[in-house]
């Protein structure tokens, strides 16, 4: 029997399923997470062979005693995996001291956490990226917005849109310089919708599974303005981004991995292309964040989790089966006056949700408080539900992302 430890089996909420996933293919799981068993949730508990609780996940001790008992116990561990973006780092020296061969490992971190490391694997890919400057000396970064016309500062290694803001002109220059900011790039601004290439890649670096979202509002937009999430999956994979989520995922050497790569598709003509074209963003070792894997399940009738566990116990992937859907996400924001209630977007929208309730709190900045997820056959009717279930009362329907 092989060994798989999963770090943080309890957060997001639904990685559970990935453990489930993986015992139900003889594997034995075990879990290392700060939640204390009792509290863990029953399904958790039942997706787990043991689980071993640490005071804290940030604790690298800590970690390092839990996953050398499971080794004395068990024998040599074969994978360790959390599929989190946070604990990237982690797994990788984990897998170093105790060697694992199975996953990145540190010397494989800077090509996949440093957006300036990306962009070198992104272009050996064929694929254009943003031109950018270490934000480090105040003329350089001057000079580069005076070049560029718009810009986007953020953090090199970062999740997210955290810390990540705009500069349009040098007093916002100066007020960016003017706080602590060490470890920053400048990017030029690109006017694109965010897309991303979703895979599973197995063991040879072929994908077994492959889709994509597209968020019509700005991630930056909405944790810097708490603006309402919105992003859905789409019903069938563009090729053209297809073709190049595909060189992405052999420039960065990909194997036996859930990804999520992000893309610009540009409004406009520029220098990195016409009106149409993709753009690199950066790449993201891990599953789509929060609900997505659910609602890749909704939009595909399929299941992600099986599929993922599939791989990494060498199975032939499951056939294609099942309708197709958009599947839509929308996050709102509490104690603001929408013009539809949480209950009256229910009604109105009530054959075609599939979720619905409260955010957890460590995502909600991002995701928003209240989450409502439908599925529908066409785009124009995945637009018609964002711009009803974002509309504030007395104000007409919003039309910038459709």
């Known amino acids: 029997m092989k060994n798989f430890i999963f770090l943080s089996p309890n957060f997001p909420e639904n990685y559970w399923r990935f453990c489930a996933a993986l015992r139900g293919r003889g594997f034995r799981v075990l879990g290392i997470g700060d939640c204390p068993y009792d509290a863990l949730r029953e399904e958790v508990r039942r997706s787990l062979d043991e689980y071993y609780y640490v005071g804290s996940l940030e604790h690298y001790d800590e970690v390092y005693a839990a996953v050398a008992f499971f080794a004395f116990k068990y024998g040599k561990p074969d994978w360790l995996e959390s599929n989190n973006e946070y604990w990237l780092e982690r797994d990788a020296r984990l897998r170093e001291d105790f060697n694992i061969a199975s996953g990145f490992h540190p010397a494989d971190m800077p090509a996949v956490k440093l957006k300036s490391r990306m962009k070198e ?17 105040y003329e350089t970064c001057r000079a580069f917005l005076r070049e560029v016309g718009r810009a986007v500062v953020k953090p090199d290694s970062g999740v997210g849109a955290n810390a990540t803001y705009p500069i349009s002109s040098e007093a916002e220059l100066q007020a ?49 303005a708490h603006a309402e999430s919105m992003f859905f999956i789409v019903r069938r994979l563009d090729p053209g981004l297809r073709a190049l989520g595909r060189a992405a995922v052999k420039s960065f050497g990909v194997r036996s991995r859930f990804v999520h ?15 149409g074209d993709y753009a690199a963003l950066e790449v993201n070792m891990r599953p789509s964040g929060g609900c997505s894997p659910d609602m890749m399940n909704y939009a595909g009738s399929t299941d992600v989790y099986a599929r993922w566990a599939d791989m990494i116990a060498s199975l032939p992937p499951a056939p294609d089966r099942g309708k197709k859907y958009f599947c839509a996400y929308v996050g709102r924001r509490a104690g603001r006056a929408y013009a539809l209630s949480g209950d009256e977007l229910i009604v109105r929208y009530g054959s075609h949700l599939r979720e619905c309730g409260k955010v957890d709190a460590a995502l909600a900045p991002a995701m928003g408080e209240d989450y409502f997820i439908a599925c529908f056959e066409r ?22 992302y459709a």
Do not use: W
Request: hydrophobic fraction near 40%.
């Open 121 to 137: 694997r992104y272009r050996l890919a064929g694929i254009p990226v943003a031109r950018f400057c270490f934000a480090d000396d």
């Open 176 to 224: 960016f310089f003017a706080r602590p900011h060490a470890g920053y790039i400048m990017e030029e601004y690109i006017d694109g919708t965010i897309c991303s290439y979703d895979a599973i890649v197995d063991g040879t670096g072929t994908p077994v599974f492959e889709t994509g979202n597209v968020t019509p509002a700005s991630l930056m937009d909405i944790v810097n």
């Open 261 to 275: 790569f992000e893309f610009f598709r540009l409004r406009r003509g520029r220098a990195l292309g016409k009106e």
């Open 379 to 400: 785009l124009e009717e995945v637009y018609a539900f964002l711009r009803e279930a974002v509309r504030i009362a007395g104000q007409p329907a919003k039309d910038d």
